[in-house]
Nanobody, 124 residues
């Protein structure tokens, strides 16, 4: 599967953005999907994940309540709605796909397919 993330940009603190991750192929629904981010000088970290059907979602504790992950299998697309953005949310956001494990993971090495990333910059 090939992934392409989009929707990043410059936003003021307190604002919102919606990221999208478009997947190629006809087997999107067979992949658990995740969002990760990598801030300046930082390691890539888990943001959120969603199961194949979309019935189960997982969040990093610090993002729970502000971010919402969702997917539309008919459109081969995953989303990340980000609200109440903070300057510390500034990062390149990556989408990822996995079909090796039984449930969505929180670790980078649990995902085999990655999009190119989209930059989110939150100004104070």
């Amino acid at each position: 599967v090939q992934l392409q993330a989009s929707g990043g940009g410059l936003v003021q603190a307190g604002g919102s953005l919606r990221l999208s991750c478009a997947a190629s192929g006809r087997t999107f629904s067979s992949y658990d999907m995740g969002w990760f981010r990598q801030g300046p000088g930082k390691e890539r970290e888990f943001v959120a994940a969603i199961s194949r059907s979309g019935g189960f979602t997982y969040y990093a504790d610090s993002r729970k309540g502000r971010f919402t992950i969702s997917r539309d299998n008919a459109k081969n697309t995953m989303y990340l709605q980000m609200n109440s953005l903070k300057p510390e949310d500034t990062a390149v956001y990556y989408c990822a796909a996995d079909n090796r494990h039984r449930q969505p993971g929180r670790k980078v090495d649990e995902y085999d397919y990655w999009g190119q990333g989209t930059l989110v910059t939150v100004s104070s």
